[in-house]
């Protein structure tokens, strides 16, 4: 009930106000790291059940942005990616460069997957994908759109793939790509 009533209050939150200052550099790896952990000691799973894959080049990755926000959407994802494999949980999170400026965050997942014509309602409020796999799986249909939500408060996009039914799904987060040493978006 908490978790639910947290959802719906940063939901009307980040509707309300769309907030430039209290930003800084927030370093996408550690940020994504350390919404693993959590996921992980949330859901007392085995430290192979969610894999960091290194970064091409070591290349430390940044952006500008809420980190508080940020890091409530990274775990809103992984989140998503757990409750969906029911059948075992292996998701696989990566962290690449798109055309210099962007930085983009896979979440994929080999659970229950989605049909083509959900992929995009599953950002709307309150939207739940029907069936017998959703109804038994614990949610307020907010986590996406509050993803979705803070990606266009950061100048970003999310956006869903999908084989199809238990194929797996995979999440990408586009963020605006910024350089530390000057604190400027590239």
């Not at 775990?75 to 998701?91: I, Q, T």
């Not at 029907?130 to 408060?153: C, D, E, H, Y």
């Not at 199809?164 to 990408?172: A, I, L, P």
């Amino acid at each position: 009930l908490l978790t639910t009533v947290e959802q719906v209050l940063k939901a009307g939150q980040l509707e309300q106000r769309h907030r430039q200052h209290g930003r800084s550099v927030v370093d996408l790896e550690a940020l994504v790291a350390d919404s693993i952990a959590v996921t992980l000691q949330r859901y007392h799973l085995p430290p192979e059940s969610i894999v960091l894959e290194p970064t091409p080049g070591a290349v430390r990755l940044y952006t500008m942005g809420i980190s508080e926000d940020l890091r409530t959407a990274m775990l809103n994802l992984l989140d998503n990616a757990v409750k969906y494999s029911p059948e075992g949980v292996h998701v696989r999170c990566s962290l690449a460069i798109d055309r210099y400026t962007r930085v983009v965050v896979t979440v994929s997942d080999t659970g229950v997957g989605l049909a083509p014509d959900q992929l995009k309602r599953i950002f709307k409020r309150f939207y739940r994908v029907p069936g017998r796999t959703g109804s038994k799986i614990k949610g307020t249909g907010l986590g996406l759109f509050l993803v979705r939500t803070i990606a266009r408060q950061h100048g970003g996009s999310v956006t869903a793939e999908s084989p199809g039914h238990n194929r797996g799904t995979t999440v990408k987060l586009s963020l605006p790509r910024a350089n530390p040493t000057t604190q400027t978006t590239l």
